[in-house]
């Protein structure tokens, strides 16, 4: 079954229709989550470390809500930099 990214993207909360206190709890609540933060744009978002894979690191993310256009959700597990060698 192949479903087009418009159905992927609308089975995930939109944080534009919550406030940002209910979208800082809902990341806290489930420790890691996959929200909506427009029509067609989404991504996963944890509540701390425990959430990420071995090699990746947090990162500080802010998302629009219904009453703030930055609210701080939580985070983003990115891959960590690797060291340069020298």
């Not at 919550?18 to 979208?23: K, L």
């Not at 933060?37 to 701390?48: F, K, L």
Request: charged share 15%; aromatic share 4%; with cysteine.
């Amino acid at each position: 079954m192949v479903m087009g990214s418009s159905a992927l993207a609308q089975s995930h909360p939109l944080t534009l229709r919550m406030v940002c206190s209910q979208a800082r709890e809902l990341v806290a609540a489930e420790g890691a989550i996959v929200l909506n933060t427009g029509p067609t744009t989404y991504d996963r978002y944890v509540g701390g470390n425990g959430q990420c894979a071995l090699g990746e690191t947090l990162d500080p993310v802010w998302v629009p809500t219904a009453d703030t256009p930055q609210c701080p959700i939580g985070y983003r597990c990115r891959q960590r930099a690797r060291p340069s060698g020298g």
